[in-house]
């Protein structure tokens, strides 16, 4: 929201040069961490005092804009963006907007500490978003006076510098990382006696892990013991084929049914598999109007208040939408009416977050809470008899990404989302079927054992997030989620349990600051050895990130896996993914044997009004990998780094097959830096990629 339109901004200060008149180049320096020459106290309080001036007058329009205000939005003409996030329209941050950032946070920050009222900076904020940024007033108000009050509190109440604010936003654009003073989660040295993982001694040769090895198939595919649920999930082939809106209704294909027996085998071995099912990022829109208008002036388009498409090619389609549009109900009714026809031996279910729509100019407390309470509907509509194990996400809170510290009274008492941990705790019993623990209800995290031995963590990794503004105010261990998640692993390290980690921002994706990420990468290298799987969502591109070792950088012990999105949003393919899991028996390991990932390509549901789901890959058969230990990753990636035919076949699979993302290609640069994202997830351990070329 307001960190969004702080990008939008710093680009017309980079391509204005203007930093020449704070005293600074154009960015370059900055990002390299040298310090500014001079202090831009008095340009700052320059600045404000036109600011006041210019929302004073009775009509401030662009003709009566003071100088230096007037300067920045000059440079409006033929700017350029450069995306490295796809989950939000309005982060667009490019790596040579460090400089910039910095001199517009300097601005923001020194005129709140000057005193200067928050609504009067509000006030400018909404006329240059509007100006710049999006053509609707209602949008802009929505995204400034959403945002103004938690702000202006966390600048008046930290010690937060310019360069903080950029490296927080664009850390992985260049431009530092966001660190304040070292710190440390306690984390319990290994009793020998429960302590069976791979010796930590970076200059012994590690001891394998006890972990059974599940020969490589011809087939690649997994064939799953279905247990006697899977009969009664079968009868869900009875329900009502979704058919869309009713308007212009036309036939639609039927999905093709699998028949259940032909997936019976012995393949591990002959032990039992678990067949879970990975749901994410559906961003459900109760709004989605078919024909709308899909190239609007808002962040999320397809809706009744989107304006009229200027030209055919502009409506929003039936089926969903690769523009700037979410999910519309039947959309999702399709997927989970394939999901129940084509996999009726499902065991259980992840749902990691972000079930709502991206309307993050205008949503509010008791949408978010009916949107959230309409999707555990629909789940358990579709899968009345299964447990379904949810995490939450970025875009459930309002204001959206803000997750404060619920440690500290004075920000819970004035600014605490206990409205939204009471909701998710009552949608989550309601999955589970069994009451939700109360750490979800302090911080939005929670464990329990869904299976003899084994264990599901769920945790609330949003507290990492470099756009929860909070961060500004508390970085060491917000919503204490690190500190309880080595209490609950030491917990179950003790009673011979092992674990799977649930959760929405992936730990090591670029969106979790650096800090926070190392120390979780300190906990993996304690206890990977009972820490079996780890599944997370947010990004909506189908990825992995490889744990490293922390004591013997050089050596992986874990796999963070990223599932793709349900929803199009933005220029992919709707997706879901199953993951195959070690079962039940005696010697069970709980590891992931294999996952598929299957999608429905929306250019051919929206032309023949005929959506078809199939399966993109297996990650056995289609990219060579014998198991999925995290070894086999890593040589994946150095693979892939050899290989440009292997990287071109994962890049499809990362973009979901998507007619509209292929199109845009993979250059070298884009290459690179797909590959370094697979291996340095943790900014605070040795690089693995060269910084040249």
Excluded at 197 to 210: F, H, R, T, V
Excluded at 343 to 353: A, F, N, Q
Excluded at 499 to 516: K, L, M, N, S
Excluded at 652 to 658: A, K, L, P, T
Aim: charged fraction near 20%; glycine fraction near 6%.
């Amino acid at each position: 929201m307001l960190s969004g339109l702080l990008l939008h901004l710093t680009t017309f200060f980079t391509s204005l040069g203007i930093g020449e008149w704070f005293g600074i180049g154009a960015g370059a320096d900055v990002a390299r961490g040298r310090s500014s020459p001079s202090s831009p106290d008095a340009q700052v309080m320059h600045l404000s005092n036109e600011i006041d001036s210019w929302i004073s007058l009775p009509e401030p329009t662009l003709n009566n804009m003071p100088f230096h205000l007037h300067q920045v939005l000059n440079a409006l003409n033929g700017s350029e963006y450069e995306s490295d996030s796809g989950t939000d329209r309005i982060f667009r941050p490019s790596d040579t907007y460090c400089g910039s950032c910095k001199i517009l946070s300097k601005m923001v920050i020194g005129y709140s500490r000057l005193g200067g009222p928050i609504d009067i900076m509000a006030s400018f904020l909404i006329k240059i978003c509007y100006i710049i940024a999006y053509q609707s007033m209602p949008v802009c108000r929505g995204i400034i006076n959403q945002e103004k009050d938690r702000l202006e509190w966390i600048l008046k109440n930290s010690n937060t510098e310019a360069d903080e604010v950029c490296a927080l936003m664009l850390g992985g654009q260049g431009c530092g990382v966001f660190r304040r003073a070292p710190w440390n989660v306690n984390i319990p040295p290994p009793d020998p006696k429960t302590y069976y993982g791979a010796n930590n001694d970076p200059n012994l040769d590690s001891q394998p892990q006890k972990r059974q090895v599940i020969p490589a198939l011809a087939s690649g595919l997994l064939v799953h013991q279905p247990q006697q649920a899977a009969q009664q999930q079968q009868q869900r082939v009875l329900l009502q084929q979704p058919q869309g809106p009713k308007q212009n209704q036309r036939p639609i294909l039927s999905e093709p049914t699998v028949n259940i027996n032909e997936k019976v085998g012995v393949v591990n071995e002959g032990k039992r598999v678990l067949k879970v099912l990975h749901l994410t990022d559906p961003h459900f829109d109760p709004d989605y109007q078919v024909g709308s208008n899909a190239v609007c002036e808002a962040p999320l388009c397809c809706n009744t208040d989107s304006g009229v498409p200027k030209r055919p090619a502009h409506a929003a389609g039936k089926w969903g939408d690769y523009r700037h549009c979410d999910s519309p109900r039947w959309l999702l009714q399709h997927m989970l009416h394939h999901i129940v026809t084509n996999h009726p031996d499902i065991d259980y279910v992840l749902s990691t977050g972000d079930l709502v729509p991206h309307h993050i100019w205008k949503i509010n407390q008791q949408d978010n809470v009916a949107i959230m309470k309409e999707m555990t509907d629909m789940l358990l509509e579709y899968f009345p008899n299964i447990p379904i194990y949810g995490s939450i996400g970025n875009h459930e809170s309002y204001p959206r990404d803000s997750f404060p510290p619920p440690e500290v009274p004075e920000v819970w008492q004035r600014f605490g989302v206990q409205w939204l941990y009471d909701s998710v705790a009552e949608q989550w019993g309601r999955l589970m079927r069994e009451p939700t623990p109360n750490s979800a209800r302090f911080g939005g995290y929670y464990t329990v054992l869904v299976k003899p031995g084994l264990r599901i963590i769920s945790l609330n990794t949003n507290y990492c997030y470099r756009l929860n503004w909070w961060l500004l105010y508390k970085s060491v261990d917000p919503g204490l989620v690190l500190r309880w998640l080595v209490t609950e692993l030491q917990k179950a390290e003790s009673r011979g349990e092992v674990v799977h980690i649930i959760g929405h921002i992936a730990p090591y994706y670029t969106d979790c600051y650096a800090q926070w990420a190392h120390q979780f990468s300190r906990i993996v290298s304690r206890y990977g050895h009972i820490i079996r799987g780890q599944f997370y969502g947010h990004s909506h591109f189908d990825e992995f990130r490889i744990h490293y070792d922390v004591h013997a950088p050089k050596k992986p012990i874990g796999v963070q896996y990223i599932t793709p999105n349900n929803g199009p949003f933005q220029d992919l393919n709707p997706s879901y993914r199953i993951f195959y899991i070690d079962g039940d028996h005696p010697e069970t390991t709980r590891n992931v044997l294999d996952h598929e990932t299957w999608v429905m390509n929306l250019t051919h549901a929206n032309k023949f009004d005929a959506p078809h789901w199939y399966q993109l890959y297996t990650a056995r058969r289609d990219l060579q990998l014998p198991t999925l230990e995290p070894k086999n990753w890593d040589e994946l990636v150095q693979r892939m780094a050899k290989n440009p035919n292997l990287f071109a076949k994962y890049y499809r699979y990362q973009m979901q097959d998507s007619d509209a993302a292929l199109a845009n290609g993979c250059d070298a640069r884009c290459r690179k830096k797909t590959l370094c994202s697979l291996v340095e997830g943790d900014a605070m351990m040795p690089p693995k990629c060269s910084r040249r070329g």
